[in-house]
């Protein structure tokens, strides 16, 4: 398949199981897929995370699977910048649409000049959209932890899909990504406390400023100046079981002894 971005997925090499899963599932796309092989955060120590740029040395809350997950990303990020790619990103635990690859096809033709593009974004988090210059649409969603049977049911799905200003999205289960957005999302490297203003859990937190502790938090500090936009509905959605999620799993990187 010609396609006009490259495509990846980011998966860890000592889990080759959730790769060759994905690769299975995913068949029906024609997409032609790269294993990208994901920076194991276990792997590393603060001194290890300061040293790439990946966390700044007062950083805290960052778990070992979101540092990893980071530094996977903006490996990705530099590679767009610096062969001035399009890139086409997955997380391995995405279910993709089987008309996936059409459906980027007719996005992409009414997109003369776009950053980034979520393809897919969690279902347990908020999702922020602009509607138009002076209003937003900000909500949660019905099933924010959908089965493996749903989510098949989900990659027979043919609707037709449009893309939609993006202010807030979480997760980084498929998106696409174009050099200019790549050099946007690195300068946010190296990941700190930053605040990050989520106007859409006002109503379900109490609040809508919060301090970043997650790859995905930070970037969601750039979305809103960013010509970032979202498929809706969704060409992808991740399982999102947090047992099975390595980004989730583990303490802060450990100290060099």
């Not at 050099?179 to 605040?195: C, Q, T, Y």
């Amino acid at each position: 398949m010609q396609t006009s971005y490259r495509c990846y997925v980011v998966s860890l090499a000592r889990e080759p199981q959730k790769s060759a899963e994905f690769l299975e599932r995913n068949r029906a796309t024609g997409l032609p897929f790269t294993v990208f092989p994901a920076v194991d955060g276990s792997a590393l120590t603060l001194e290890d995370c300061v040293e790439r740029g990946l966390i700044a040395a007062d950083a805290i809350g960052y778990s070992r699977g979101t540092i990893g997950a980071g530094g996977s990303h903006s490996t990705l990020w530099k590679e767009a910048d610096a062969t001035g790619s399009n890139l086409l990103i997955f997380e391995d635990d995405a279910y993709c649409r089987h008309d996936i690859a059409r459906q980027i096809d007719e996005l992409l033709s009414g997109l003369p000049d776009w950053d980034l593009i979520f393809l897919g974004y969690n279902t347990d988090a908020v999702l922020d959209i602009r509607m138009s210059e002076h209003f937003n649409f900000a909500g949660f969603f019905s099933n924010p932890a959908p089965s493996h049977g749903q989510l098949q049911a989900f990659a027979n799905e043919t609707g037709r899909v449009v893309a939609v200003r993006l202010n807030n999205a979480f997760g980084l289960c498929s998106y696409l990504i174009s050099p200019h957005g790549a050099r946007k999302l690195i300068s946010l490297f190296p990941m700190d406390n930053r605040r990050v203003r989520i106007p859409g859990n006002m109503a379900s937190l109490g609040r809508d400023t919060f301090r970043c502790m997650t790859v995905d938090m930070i970037t969601n500090t750039l979305y809103p100046s960013m010509s970032a936009y979202a498929a809706i509905p969704p060409l992808a959605i991740p399982l999102n079981h947090r047992t099975s999620s390595t980004t989730m799993r583990g303490p802060p990187p450990r100290r060099p002894d």
